[in-house]
C-alpha cells in the first residue's frame, strides 16, 4: 500500500484512471513509448508525468534508481520540450522507452503526489487541512489544471481563484458550483467535462462526511454564475462610470467590488436590489447612459481635493514639499514655476563659473570647487525628479475625479 499522504483512496483511484484508464490499458497504450497530450504539455510519460515541464535534476531525482541508464537518457532528453518540439521528441524515441505499471506507479505515488500536494498547499492555502476526499479534488484539478491557476489572472481562472478564496474563507459548500462551472472551458463531450463533474460529486461526498455544516448549505448556494457573464458586466459598469466595480476578472465573489457596484446600478436604474447576474440586469445595462460627472467635479483641481481631504493630495504635498528643499526650492511650484527655476539657477551657475576662472585659484582647488557644485546639482536634480513624479500623480489623482473614477 502507497501512503497517500492524506488524501482518499477513491481520489488517488480516480486520477490514475483519468490519466492512464488502468493498469492493463496503460500496459498496452502506454508502456513502451512517451505521449504528447497537445497544447502547452512536453512529452509524457508514466502516469501523466510530464517530463517536459521538470528539470533534468528533478527526473535524475524521480527516476534515477528506476530504469536503464539508456532510459534514463531519453527522459532526460525530454526535459525542456514544449508544443511542436515535444510532438517531435516522442516520435523520435518511439521503442526507446519502457515503464512498468508497477513502476509508473511508485512515482506517481512518492514523487508526484506529495510534490504536487506541496505545490498546492502554496497556491491554495488551507487546503491540506480538508477532508480527504476534498484535499484530494483540489489535489486532481492542480494535477490537472496547474496549480498555478489558483493565483493566475484573467476569466479562464476565475473558479480557481474563487475555490482559493473560499478555502481560505471556509466557505466550502460553493466549491462544487465553482468546480461545475470551469465545465465551460471545455465541450460537453470532452473528458476534461466530466472529469469536473466527478470531481464535483466527490467534492460533496467529503463534505458530507466530513465538513457536515457545509454540506447541509449545498441546497441553499445559488449556481456560479458564468465568469465570462461576469467579464461582460464588469467591462459594461465601467464604461457606464461605475469605476468601483473594480477589476475586469470575471470573479463575483460575494461582498467584493463588483457587486457592490452591481447592487449600485440597480439602485439608480430602479432594479430589484438582489446581488445576481440576470436577463433583467443584462438588459438594463446595454441601455443605459454612462453616469453624468457633475460641472463642479469636472473643473475640480487639487485644491479642491486638499480642502476635501484627500490622502493621495495630502502625500504628493509632502513628497514635494521635501523635493522642493532639496532644490532649495518650495514644493508649490508649477511646471512653468520649476522650469524658470531651473534656467535661473543654469544662468547662476555659469556666471559663478566664469567668476571662480577669474580669480586666479589654482586649478586643483578647482576642481574640487566644481566637484562640490556637481554634487549640489545631482542632489538638486533628484529633487526635481522626485517633484516632477509627484506632480504627475497628483495631476492623475485629479483627472481621475474628473471624469468620476474616483470619490
Known amino acids: 500500500m502507497h501512503d497517500l499522504h492524506g488524501i482518499s483512496r477513491a481520489a488517488f483511484d480516480f486520477v490514475i484512471a483519468e490519466e492512464v484508464t488502468s493498469r ?6 502506454y508502456r513502451r513509448r512517451l505521449e504528447f497530450p497537445g497544447g502547452e504539455s512536453g512529452p509524457t510519460g508514466g502516469i501523466g508525468y510530464d517530463f517536459g515541464t521538470q528539470s533534468r535534476a528533478q527526473i535524475s531525482a524521480d527516476w534515477g534508481d528506476k530504469v536503464d541508464g539508456g532510459m534514463l537518457r531519453v527522459l532526460l532528453g525530454a526535459s525542456g520540450k514544449r508544443d511542436a518540439a515535444a510532438d517531435n521528441y516522442c516520435r523520435a524515441t518511439r521503442g526507446q522507452v519502457d515503464i512498468p505499471f508497477d513502476v509508473a ?14 505545490i498546492l498547499e502554496r497556491y491554495c492555502p488551507g487546503a491540506g487541512r480538508l477532508g480527504p476526499d476534498c484535499k484530494g479534488v483540489l489535489w486532481s484539478i492542480a494535477f490537472n489544471r496547474d496549480a498555478a491557476g489558483f493565483v493566475k489572472a484573467g476569466p479562464r481562472y476565475a473558479e480557481m481563484r474563487e475555490i482559493r478564496a473560499c478555502v481560505a474563507s471556509g466557505d466550502l459548500a460553493r466549491i462544487p458550483g465553482l468546480i461545475r462551472s470551469m465545465q465551460r472551458l471545455w ?17 460533496e461526498k467529503g463534505l458530507a462526511e ?3 455544516e457545509a454540506h447541509a448549505e449545498l441546497p441553499h448556494v445559488p449556481p456560479a454564475p458564468d465568469p465570462d457573464v461576469v467579464v461582460q458586466v464588469q467591462t459594461r459598469l465601467r464604461e457606464l462610470g461605475y469605476f468601483d466595480a473594480g477589476a475586469v476578472d470575471g470573479q463575483l465573489a460575494p461582498k467584493g467590488r463588483t457587486e457592490a457596484a452591481i447592487l449600485a446600478f440597480r439602485h439608480e436604474h430602479d432594479l430589484p436590489l438582489n446581488l445576481g447576474i440576470d436577463d433583467e440586469l443584462l438588459a438594463a445595462l446595454a441601455r443605459a447612459e454612462p453616469r453624468q460627472v457633475s460641472e463642479i467635479r469636472q473643473e475640480a483641481t487639487a485644491k479642491d481635493l486638499r480642502e476635501q481631504g484627500s490622502e493621495t493630495i495630502a502625500i504628493t504635498d509632502q513628497v514635494k514639499g521635501c ?3 532639496l532644490f532649495g526650492s518650495g514644493g508649490t511650484l508649477s511646471i512653468a514655476g520649476l522650469l524658470a527655476w531651473i534656467t535661473d539657477k543654469a544662468t547662476a551657475v555659469s556666471g559663478a563659473k566664469d567668476a571662480v576662472g577669474g580669480l586666479g585659484i589654482p586649478p586643483a582647488a578647482i576642481a574640487w570647487l566644481l566637484a562640490s557644485i556637481l554634487v549640489l546639482a545631482l542632489l538638486a536634480g533628484l529633487g526635481v525628479l522626485i517633484w516632477v513624479v509627484a506632480h504627475k500623480i497628483e495631476a492623475k489623482r485629479v483627472a481621475d475625479y474628473r471624469s468620476g473614477k474616483n470619490t
Do not use: Q
Request: charged share 30%; glycine share 4%; net charge positive.
Open 187 to 203: 465541450p460537453k463531450t470532452s473528458g476534461l467535462y466530466a472529469r469536473r463533474e466527478t470531481e464535483a460529486r466527490l467534492f
Open 24 to 29: 492493463a490499458f496503460y500496459e498496452r497504450k
Open 323 to 325: 523635493a522642493g528643499k
Open 105 to 118: 506507479l511508485d512515482v506517481f505515488a512518492n514523487c508526484d503526489l506529495p510534490r504536487y500536494l506541496a
Open 210 to 212: 466530513h465538513h457536515p
